[in-house]
């Protein structure tokens, strides 16, 4: 689970605490993720929801697909619809192998979607998937 935490994620993981068993209060939220879940009027329980499985991939909301993108914009780890290796790379460097880390990316590298958020959020499943 730290690769998820740090490989493109990284933000996402630590603004939602998915790397604990359970989730941190929304209070206790950094004020980035906190102005995405308002940006894109996404709820916070909602985004627990999906991390625990309970709303299945084809239901997931265009709202909660644009907050992932909020969080990738914001930390750094894409920009126009294109992964920020070099970021990523760097968050990475003391908790798994560069290699591992740029094989993800390459993996992922092509994945496409409709528009930013899909794009960004459809990268996130990518990763993802990579990291089971």
């Given at each position: ?24 209060p ?23 929801d ?5 709303i ?10 644009c ?11 894409m ?16 908790i ?7 094989k993800?990316i ?27």
């Amino acid at each position: 689970m730290k690769y998820l935490c740090v490989v493109f994620v990284a933000v996402t993981c630590f603004v939602l605490s998915w790397c604990q068993s359970s989730p941190k209060p929304e209070s206790a939220l950094p004020e980035p993720a906190k102005k995405c879940l308002a940006q894109e009027n996404v709820d916070y329980q909602y985004a627990i929801d999906f991390h625990s499985g309970k709303i299945k991939l084809e239901d997931v909301s265009a709202a909660f697909k644009c907050f992932i993108h909020c969080i990738v914009e914001d930390g750094g780890y894409m920009k126009d619809g294109q992964i920020l290796e070099e970021n990523i790379v760097k968050a990475a460097e003391n908790i798994t192998s560069v290699d591992q880390v740029r094989k993800i990316i390459s993996n992922c590298k092509i994945v496409k979607g409709g528009n930013a958020c899909e794009m960004s959020f459809n990268t996130y499943m990518c990763i993802s998937s990579e990291l089971k």
